[in-house]
C-alpha cells in the first residue's frame, strides 16, 4: 500500500468540503474568543472531523468491495492497490486518531460532554451506514446528510453549548441538498446496486418518483438557505451574495432535474450541480462569518 492510496481511500475531497462545515460552526459562534484558541480550535475541530470522516470512507469501501467492482472499480480497493486487512487497519487509525484529538480539544478548552458524545455518534453513524445503511435505502440517504452536516453543529459546539438558529438553518440546508443528491446517486447507480441487493428509493419506486423527493429536498434547501438573513448573522451582506449564486445554482438544476431525460449521464450531471449547490452554500456560511 502506497501513502497515496491511504490518503485517495478517503475521498479527501469529500472529507475537506465537510472540514469546512466545523470552520463555518466555528467562526460563526464566535464571541469574546482570543485569537489563540480560535485557531487551535480550528485545527483540532477540523482534524478531528477528518480522520472520523476517512474512517467512514474506509469502511465503506470495506463493506462496498463487490457493489464498487461493478459501479466504481477505480476505487484502491477493487482494483487492488489496498488488500482489506490493510483498509481494516486504516479504519481502526484514522477512527481512533479522529476521537483521540476530540478528547483532546475537549480536556484542553475545558468543553461540554456533548462535544465527545456527537464525535462519537458520527463515528456510529459511519459504521452504520457502511453495515447496513446504505443497502436500507433512505436510511442510509439520512445517514450520510447527517454525517455531511453535523460538522456545522460540531464546530458550534466547541466555542458555546448554546447554538444559534441559523447554526441550524445551515445544518438543514446542507442536509437537504446532500439528501437530494444521495437520492440521485441512487438513481444513477441503480444497475449495480440492483445486482447487490441494495434497496435505494429508486429501486423501490423508481427513478421518476425519486426525482420528485430529490426535488421536495432541494427545495427545502432553498428555503432554509434563505432563512438566516431573518436571524443575526454577523455578515448579512456578504452572504447575500453567495447566496444569491447558490439559489442560481440549485434553481438551475432544479428545472434539469425537470426537463432532463433522467438518463445515467443526466443524472450523473444533476448529481454534480447538486454538489456544486453545496460548495457555493458553504462558502456562503463561511462569508456570513467574516
Not at 1 to 22: H, Q, W, Y
Not at 39 to 64: F, K
Request: net charge positive.
Amino acid at each position: 500500500m502506497k501513502f497515496k492510496d491511504a490518503i485517495e481511500i478517503t475521498r479527501p475531497i469529500n472529507c475537506l468540503m465537510g472540514a469546512i462545515s466545523v470552520i463555518i460552526g466555528l467562526l460563526n459562534t464566535r464571541l469574546d474568543v482570543s485569537c489563540e484558541k480560535l485557531v487551535i480550535n480550528i485545527i483540532l475541530g477540523v482534524l478531528t472531523y477528518i480522520l472520523i470522516a476517512a474512517s467512514g470512507m474506509v469502511i465503506n469501501d470495506i463493506y462496498d468491495i463487490e457493489i464498487d467492482k461493478i459501479n466504481r472499480p477505480e476505487r484502491p480497493i477493487p482494483r487492488g492497490s489496498i488488500t482489506l486487512k490493510q483498509a481494516k487497519l486504516l479504519y481502526i487509525l484514522y477512527l481512533c486518531c479522529g476521537i483521540f484529538l476530540c478528547i483532546l480539544n475537549t480536556i484542553i478548552f475545558n468543553l461540554s460532554v456533548l462535544n465527545f458524545i456527537l464525535a462519537s455518534f458520527f463515528g456510529f453513524i459511519g459504521w452504520v451506514y457502511a453495515k447496513w445503511g446504505k443497502k436500507s435505502g433512505f436510511f442510509g440517504n439520512l445517514a450520510v446528510g447527517i454525517s455531511f452536516s453535523i460538522g456545522l453543529v460540531y464546530g458550534a459546539l466547541l466555542n458555546s453549548i448554546l447554538i444559534p438558529p441559523y447554526i441550524w438553518f445551515f445544518f438543514i440546508t446542507a442536509f437537504s441538498l446532500l439528501m437530494a443528491r444521495e437520492i440521485i446517486k441512487g438513481c444513477e447507480d441503480i444497475e449495480g446496486d440492483k445486482k447487490q441487493g441494495v434497496k435505494t428509493l429508486a429501486i423501490k419506486i423508481g427513478i421518476k418518483n425519486s426525482r420528485n423527493i430529490a426535488l421536495i429536498f432541494s427545495l427545502i434547501a432553498i428555503t432554509f438557505f434563505v432563512l438566516p438573513l431573518l436571524t443575526n448573522i454577523l455578515n448579512p451582506w456578504l452572504f447575500v451574495i453567495f447566496m444569491i449564486l447558490g439559489l442560481i445554482e440549485v434553481t438551475y438544476t432544479v428545472v434539469l432535474m425537470f426537463t432532463s431525460k433522467l438518463e445515467r449521464g443526466d443524472l450523473k450531471k444533476i448529481s454534480l450541480y447538486l454538489k456544486i449547490g453545496m460548495f457555493i452554500g458553504l462558502i456562503a456560511f463561511l462569508f456570513a462569518s467574516l
